[in-house]
């Protein structure tokens, strides 16, 4: 296995040396003396420490010869801490939070254990309980399979080369929803659609209209108000609307693909029906602020618009649509085990166990049913396990009233525009896109034939410079 910084030299760090423990009790760092000490990592916003609590008391209560320590990022995202410790690996924790989308290149590089023995250890982690395309998102070539020596109930090709693994354990289904504004629905008396059997894209963009009609007729007391926020510049949300309007692929054979005569005619029908109506974009997502009808949202970031948006009673005025497409990408994050620290050892009361044992089954917990519902109870977390979908109590976290379950309506959708290729080019591909549907976006921009005169030739002569396809050999001894 190649490293940037090998893990060979870095050599085994004894537990005194991690662990600096004062005379007795608790030391500066959290660590108690006479318990197993798991180090974990979380980034500082977006409810991680909030949620990292709760899983630790209940952990501790239920094995109180542990002691979770609690480390956050300092505001810092997760590449930056990573690399704030690429020539220290001793100083990263154990465990560690991570995105699906930042991961890649650092457990290519060997810094994160290969998840999949611990998860065939039991039939509790099956691989079948939880989301495929979520497990597929925790593999850096864009493909998760089991080892040869599994022998649970997934059906799919088995294989044991560490490039199929999984090197974070998936915590959350981040699916993609609407959000709407009740305050501003019954202002203008729009009618919210019946969606319990669904509804299609093309009856979203006639609401769209409807909204953005009601808008301009109010007169210029309504100038900053807008139909919808589509974010299109999100991987979930263009993943998602491409593939139901028929893409031929973002990205074809290595080549920006985005120009092929059914993109343009996609890119063409969203800028005609929806962003020449000038009230489908802000610049901010002034959603929050109560001036946007309806934006697009994971369930993860609710809390917020909750805060922020309530009735005339100081209630929150928000509640949720599934998203207008039969298929619908999600995002995840999850944590997983630094190499350096998984052979490590701790014995208490006679008992040794590596830092990989005492790792996995917290994250085991964290996975399980218990775990799962205690996030989603809180309110932080869309379950990771299919069959809290219906019934979990993330349903009626924060207020049961609402339509929680439009954010697990839609079938699953893999998102693989860039996981193709290789980690250290994918941040590239993935700007180059952005800024391809932000210019879509934009009323100048955005038009079909300047897309196609200026956008379109640029950016596809900037993907060129960065794309290269994941070869496995070059993370290899």
Same mark, same amino acid.
């Given at each position: 296995m190649k490293k940037l910084f090998s893990l060979i030299t870095c050599g085994i760090m004894s537990l005194s040396a991690l662990f600096p423990l004062a005379a007795c009790g608790k030391d500066s760092q959290g660590v108690v003396e006479g318990k197993y000490n798991v180090t974990v990592a979380v980034q500082k916003e977006g409810g991680e420490v909030e949620l990292m609590e709760i899983y630790k008391q209940k952990y501790e209560e239920l094995h109180p010869?542990?002691?979770?320590?609690? #480390?956050?990022? #300092?505001? %810092?995202?997760?590449?930056?801490? @990573?690399?704030?410790? %690429? @020539?220290?690996?001793?100083?990263?924790?154990?465990?560690?939070?991570?995105?699906? $989308?930042?991961?890649?290149?650092?457990?290519?590089?060997?810094?994160?254990?290969?998840? +999949?023995?611990?998860?065939?250890?039991?039939?509790?982690? $099956?691989?079948?309980?939880?989301?495929? /395309?979520?497990?597929?998102?925790? /593999?850096?070539?864009?493909?998760? +399979?089991?080892?040869?020596?599994?022998?649970?109930?997934?059906?799919?090709?088995?294989?044991d080369s560490r490039q199929y693994g999984l090197y974070f354990a998936p915590r959350d289904y981040n699916q993609i929803a609407i959000v709407y504004n009740k305050n501003l629905f019954n202002e203008?008396?729009?009618?919210?659609?019946?969606t319990s059997e669904g509804w299609t894209f093309k009856e979203y963009v006639q609401l769209i209209n409807e909204i953005a009609v009601k808008i301009k007729d109010g007169g210029n007391k309504h100038l900053a108000k807008r139909a919808a926020n589509l974010f299109l510049p999100w991987e979930p949300v263009y993943t998602t609307i491409f593939n139901e309007l028929g893409t031929d692929g973002l990205t074809k054979d290595g080549v920006y693909n985005m120009d092929s005569e059914k993109n343009k005619e996609i890119c063409a029908y969203l800028y005609d029906n929806i962003y020449d109506t000038k009230q489908c974009f802000d610049a901010n997502d002034a959603f929050s602020k109560g001036t946007v009808f309806m934006t697009t949202a994971s369930h993860a970031t609710i809390m917020t618009f909750m805060e922020k948006i309530k009735d005339k009673n100081g209630n929150p005025a928000i509640d949720f649509l599934p998203y207008p497409t039969e298929y619908v990408a999600a995002g995840c994050s999850g944590y997983g085990i630094t190499s350096i620290h998984e052979k490590e050892e701790q014995t208490v009361d006679g008992v040794t166990k590596t830092s990989g044992e005492l790792c996995w089954d917290f994250i085991r917990f964290i996975i399980s049913e218990e775990g799962q519902e205690l996030g989603g109870e809180a309110g932080y977390i869309q379950p990771i396990l299919k069959s809290l979908a219906e019934t979990g109590k993330w349903l009626t976290a924060l207020d049961p009233t609402m339509n929680h379950r439009a954010f697990a309506f839609g079938k699953e959708l893999k998102q693989n525009t860039f996981n193709v290729y290789d980690p250290q080019c994918r941040d590239g591909l993935r700007s180059i896109f952005t800024t391809t549907f932000g210019a879509l976006q934009n009323e100048v921009t955005g038009v079909p034939a300047t897309m196609e005169k200026n956008t379109f030739p640029k950016y596809k002569a900037a993907f060129a410079k960065e794309v290269v396809f994941f070869d496995q050999s070059k993370y290899e001894k």
């Open positions: 010869e542990v002691n979770i320590v609690i #480390k956050d990022f #300092k505001g %810092a995202l997760f590449q930056s801490y @990573m690399s704030k410790y %690429a @020539m220290s690996e001793n100083d990263l924790p154990m465990m560690i939070w991570m995105p699906d $989308d930042q991961f890649d290149y650092y457990a290519a590089a060997g810094y994160f254990v290969d998840l +999949r023995p611990y998860y065939e250890q039991s039939a509790d982690t $099956d691989y079948t309980l939880y989301y495929e /395309s979520m497990l597929h998102a925790a /593999s850096y070539a864009d493909e998760f +399979r089991p080892t040869t020596a599994y022998t649970g109930s997934y059906e799919g090709e088995k294989s203008f008396g729009i009618e919210v659609p019946d």
